[in-house]
């Protein structure tokens, strides 16, 4: 089934590396990486509760003026360089300028969010052995939320779990991009919309379905605010995974003739589609036996597995879901890991399998203070956060919105518009000036200034 491997060559230094061997496979292990746990529990819940339909609107222009252009900004880096994210920047900096710092951020970014990630990730697969065994089939939110007050105050359930999953993932990583990554996520990503289409057809079906789709679709223009706008576009950041050279190690591996614009354009929509279907599965369900929706753990792991308890079939449909959300996680966490394993393998000329296994190490410890931050250093806090809380604030609120700013600076300002275009063009053969200009402008001038109030908003200078 699986074809040849057919390596990257790298023109300037004929180097063949490792790297996506077909349209398809970009497309997969692209998309799986934005597609993630903030499809599944962040979206639907923040468009809900933030005004639904209105709330769409707003975040697909931040998506189309935030997202879109950083996105294929990192792609363009990394598919001219064929390298990770600090040697991009090096190679394509003027000498002498540090951009490289900026995929140095990166690295740090990807290590404090698979931190946090990967612990969200070990409870849903705890979950999916829970789901098997019947442990959490309960109707009743007091009995679910006990049970996941059992597993996330066990600091050893927590930790293994968790080194569990970053062994699963370092063990695709060591196969390499190609059989790896690809391999993997071609065959969850088609998976993964199958059963979304599964459970949102039952959910619809239900009773009392309609009261969840105008939770998540009734525009109610009355609640757009500045802070709202803002929120929407922090969520697209997350979402496209960018500001922290996952797109820029991503593109080294894309092929010299795929279309980067129309990639990054059906990645954006497929997972603004896998986000209202994981809306339409959930809310309706919610709705109809009387839940109060709600965000974060307690919607996934307290009112999902009551919801799935009170419906027929619902044993089988709670397994399919928390399968769902495991196979979200996973594309998403392989493209978190890949960040600093293309690093060692680039800079340091080290062995993927031993890049793989020194990179799972180093995040079982780094990791194992949020799997405990809920139990046994739960009363350790760093500027009143847990580890988890302080991870999750300084990467989203910090880090990734910095290096957005610098990517866009870097490629409007230093990179400039004639290297942008050579590469969205593929060197001449795609003839797409238009989009070229407006991408170049956005960059330049609007983008990063958007980026920066969504910062200042964030910390709470403005
Ligand atoms: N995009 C992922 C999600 O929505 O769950 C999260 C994520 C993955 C963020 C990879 C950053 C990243 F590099």
């Known amino acids: ?34 597609v993630g746990l903030g499809n ?16 769409l609107v707003v975040y697909l222009l931040a998506t189309l003026l935030v997202g879109l252009p950083v996105m294929i900004a990192e792609i363009s880096l990394g598919r001219r360089a ?33 931190s946090f990630y990967s612990e969200v990730a070990a409870w849903v697969f705890a979950y999916v052995f829970k789901a098997i065994r019947g442990d959490i089939l309960s109707s009743d939110p007091a009995v679910t939320s006990a049970a996941f007050g059992a ?64 939770f998540l679709f009734t525009p109610d ?29 991503y593109g080294s591996y894309f092929r010299d003739e795929q279309n980067i614009p129309a990639t990054t354009f059906r990645v954006m929509t497929a997972d603004l589609f896998v986000s209202m279907l994981a809306g339409i599965a959930i809310f309706p369900a919610v709705f109809s036996f009387g839940f109060q929706p709600a965000a974060g753990p307690s919607l996934l792991f307290i009112t999902i597995p009551a919801v799935f308890a009170s419906m ?10 928390f399968v769902l959300s495991a196979v979200a996680a996973t594309g998403a966490m392989l493209s978190l890991l890949e960040v600093p394993v293309s690093v060692m393998v680039g800079r340091f000329a080290i062995s993927r399998p031993v890049a793989t296994a020194i990179t799972v190490l180093l995040l079982a410890l780094v990791g194992a203070s949020c799997a405990l931050s809920n139990n046994t250093l739960a009363d350790t806090k760093l500027f009143g956060m ?58 330049k001038f609007i983008t990063p200034v958007l980026i920066a109030l969504v910062m200042l908003k ?5």
Not at 4 to 30: C, I, K, M, Y
Not at 189 to 196: A, G, Q, S, V
Not at 312 to 321: A, Y
């Open 221 to 249: 223009w009355s609640k757009l605010s500045a802070s709202v706008v803002l929120v929407a576009m922090g969520l697209a950041f997350f979402k496209l995974s960018i500001g922290m050279g996952t797109m820029i190690t």
């Open 1 to 34: 089934m699986s074809k040849q491997t057919r390596p990257v060559s790298n023109e300037a230094t004929g180097n063949s590396r490792d790297g996506f061997t077909s349209s398809f496979g970009v497309l997969a292990a692209t998309l799986g990486s934005a």
């Open 458 to 462: 964030g910390l709470g200078w403005l």
């Open 82 to 114: 064929k390298a990770d994210a600090i040697t991009t920047l090096r190679t394509l900096a003027p000498s002498g300028q540090k951009w490289w710092l900026v995929g140095l951020s990166g690295v740090i970014a990807a290590f404090l969010i698979t």
């Open 312 to 321: 027929p079939f619902g044993h089988l449909l709670m397994v399919l879901f």
């Open 151 to 214: 597993l996330i105050s066990d600091p050893w359930q927590s930790l293994l779990w968790q080194w569990g999953v970053l062994l699963l993932m370092g063990g695709i990583l060591a196969f390499g991009v190609a059989k790896g990554i690809e391999a993997v996520t071609k065959k969850l990503m088609p998976l993964l919309f199958i059963l979304l289409i599964v459970i949102g057809i039952r959910s619809l079906m239900l009773p009392g379905a309609a009261a969840g789709l105008a």
């Open 40 to 55: 599944i529990w962040k979206f639907p819940y923040v468009t809900g509760a933030n005004g639904g339909a209105g709330f």
């Open 386 to 443: 847990t580890f988890f809380d302080l991870f999750d604030y300084l990467s989203s609120n910090i880090l990734l919105p910095l290096g957005g700013i610098c990517i866009c600076l870097f490629v409007g300002w230093i990179w400039g518009k004639e290297q942008l275009s050579a590469t969205l063009s593929n060197h001449g053969v795609l003839s797409n000036g238009k989009i070229v200009s407006m991408v170049y402008l956005l960059l």
